[in-house]
């Protein structure tokens, strides 16, 4: 069965610290996608990043950085140098291909705090 | 690009009413969107995947007469809670189905969120 679990429910990192946000998933599709989304307080859903179950090649993007293993069939997300801004809930998502209906199976969040 | 938006952002409403959502792609075309809900603390549960011109699909355990689905266009969905009750309090969140966006072929996009209170 497709699942997706983020084992850390809430993480507090002072500013300026790097953060791991942990995603693991299950899936018997050969052809995946793997999201993260950003919920800020607003409850806005933002996404951040794509990943095809192909491309395992680990993305960088500003302060944010992304490690795709799918021998361990991790997704991990990590924030360099912390900012308050980053405050929000992460979610890590699964879409599988074959069924075409685009549905997104979420995991349960990671609650961020990023103090002062 | 991908911008998703709901309307109402937040609504109050006395039990027995109904409430109608709205969500529209702003600047591209939805063949398919998706009603998901939301409580405090805890992750999205899809509700139902609505396609332009066709029925929605509900998932298991989401009453299809008491929320109403209607993708009558490709940039408009509305969800309808008919005679609302306080149990049905949430946070709504729609998301837009965009195959030909950066990001994908399989990318949400999400809308801001309707905050339903029923008294």
């Known amino acids: 069965a497709q699942k997706v679990t983020q084992a850390q429910t809430e993480i507090s990192v002072v500013e300026k610290e790097d953060v791991t946000l942990d995603c693991v998933y299950e899936?018997?599709?050969?052809?995946?996608?793997l999201f993260w989304y950003k919920q800020p307080p607003s409850g806005e859903l933002v996404f951040l990043i794509r990943r095809n179950s192909f491309d395992e090649q680990n993305e960088i993007s500003g302060r944010y950085s992304w490690n795709f293993q799918k021998s361990t069939s991790s997704f991990n997300f990590t924030i360099t140098a912390s900012q308050v801004v980053d405050s929000a809930v992460y979610f890590c998502?699964?879409?599988?291909?074959?069924?075409?209906?685009?549905?997104?199976?979420f995991g349960q969040g990671t609650t961020l705090q990023v103090k002062p | 690009g991908a911008v998703v938006s709901q309307h109402p952002s937040r609504v109050i409403c006395k039990s027995g009413t109904s409430v109608k959502i709205e969500c529209r792609s702003l600047d591209f075309q939805a063949t398919t969107m998706f009603w998901y809900r939301q409580f405090p603390k805890k992750s999205l549960m899809l509700m139902a995947t609505s396609n332009e011109g066709s029925k929605a699909t509900y998932e298991q355990g989401v009453e299809k007469d008491k929320f109403l689905i209607n993708h009558a266009s490709l940039t408009l969905s509305t969800l309808t809670v008919t005679s609302a009750h306080p149990e049905d309090s949430s946070f709504y969140i729609c998301s837009a189905r965009a195959p030909h966006l950066a990001g994908g072929g399989d990318t949400q996009y999400f809308g801001p969120g309707t905050r339903l209170t029923v008294l």
């Open positions: 998502a699964l879409s599988e291909a074959w069924s075409n209906t685009g549905k997104l199976i």
């Open positions: 899936t018997r599709d050969t052809t995946y996608y």
